[in-house]
């Protein structure tokens, strides 16, 4: 229902949900953009898309959806941290140990 990505900057959620959700990327800017806006509809262009729900909203879908609102959490926590690991990873590449980066030989090959 695209519901679970929020950012509040209140006690309606905790501050380690929205940074590790910032690892969304692109998709986590709607509702950073959205946190800013001071009306209870949002941002004109956005409507209510990403917009942090309200006390009553969020006790509906935690009665309405249960488990599945703390899975679903957890989830694009998860996957903006992994994010964050495959940037990581795509800028600094493999870790080599000390004693095990391959050297060319003399012919030109690697060693295995």
Known sequence: EWKVVYWAWDERKP?????CR???????VPAFLQSLS????????????????????LQELNARLNRMWDIAKVYTMVAALLNVLVVLDAYAGPAE??????EPSEEGAVRA
């Open 97 to 102: 140990q000390d004693g095990e980066a391959s």
């Open 22 to 28: 910032l690892g969304m990327g692109i998709a986590s």
């Open 38 to 57: 001071k009306d209870e509809s949002g941002f004109p262009l956005l409507g209510r898309f990403e917009l942090a729900p309200t006390n009553a909203e």
């Open 15 to 19: 501050f380690v949900e929205g940074i």
